[in-house]
C-alpha cells in the first residue's frame, strides 16, 4: 500500500497528464469541451477514476464518452510515460455530476429569492395591529397641568395612595 500522500501527488499527476493528452493524442472531432475535474487512485496505485464534465447537452457528453472510452488506452500509455512509476493505473473515465447539483443548487435559490421578494412586498403593504408606537411615553409637565384640572379650572383630587392632600 502507497501512503495517501503518494496517491495523492500520482492523481493530480495523472489528471495533468490526461488533460494534456486530450488536447494533443485525441483528434475526434465528437470530443466536446471536456474538462477533467478530479482523478482519484486507489491505494494500491493500480485503478484511476477520472471525473470530467462536457460543456453542451446530453448528445455531446455522449459523444465525448464514447471518445474517450475510445481513447483510454493511448491516453493509458501517456499518462505512463510521464509518471515514470513500474505500474501504470488503469483509468476509468465517469462524467462528474458536478453540473447538474450546481443548478439544482442554483434553482433552489431562485426559488428562495422570489420567495423573499414576496414576503418583503408583503411587510411593505402591512399595517400595525395597534398604533404604530405601542409603548407608553411620559407625559410633558404641560400636558399634565392641564389633565390634572377640571373644566372650570379646579384641580382634581388625587385618589392614588399616598398623594398629597389624602388622608
Known amino acids: 500500500m502507497a501512503d495517501a500522500a503518494r496517491a495523492r ?16 493524442l485525441v483528434k475526434d ?7 477533467v475535474t478530479d482523478v482519484r487512485v486507489t491505494g494500491d496505485l493500480q485503478h484511476s477514476t477520472v ?7 446530453d448528445a455531446d457528453r455522449a459523444a465525448s464518452a464514447e471518445v474517450l472510452e475510445h481513447y483510454r ?3 493509458r500509455s501517456h499518462a505512463g510515460k510521464g509518471l515514470g ?3 501504470t493505473p488503469t483509468l476509468e473515465f465517469i462524467p462528474d455530476a458536478l453540473p447538474e447539483s450546481a443548478a439544482h443548487l442554483t434553482e433552489k435559490l431562485r426559488q428562495v429569492q422570489e420567495r423573499d ?3 418583503a412586498a408583503a411587510r411593505s403593504a402591512g399595517a ?6 405601542p409603548y407608553r411615553k411620559p407625559r410633558e409637565s404641560d400636558d399634565l397641568a392641564e389633565a390634572d384640572q377640571d373644566e372650570g379650572g ?13 388622608g
Open 154 to 166: 379646579a384641580a382634581l383630587a388625587d385618589d392614588r395612595p399616598g398623594a398629597a392632600g389624602t
Open 128 to 133: 400595525y395591529a395597534g398604533e404604530a408606537d
Open 73 to 75: 488506452g493511448r491516453l
Open 29 to 35: 472531432p465528437r470530443l466536446g469541451f471536456v474538462t
Open 85 to 87: 512509476i513500474r505500474l
Open 117 to 119: 421578494a414576496e414576503l
Open 51 to 57: 471525473f470530467y464534465t462536457v460543456l453542451g447537452e
Open 9 to 24: 501527488k500520482i492523481a493530480e499527476r495523472i489528471r495533468v497528464l490526461v488533460t494534456q493528452g486530450l488536447d494533443t
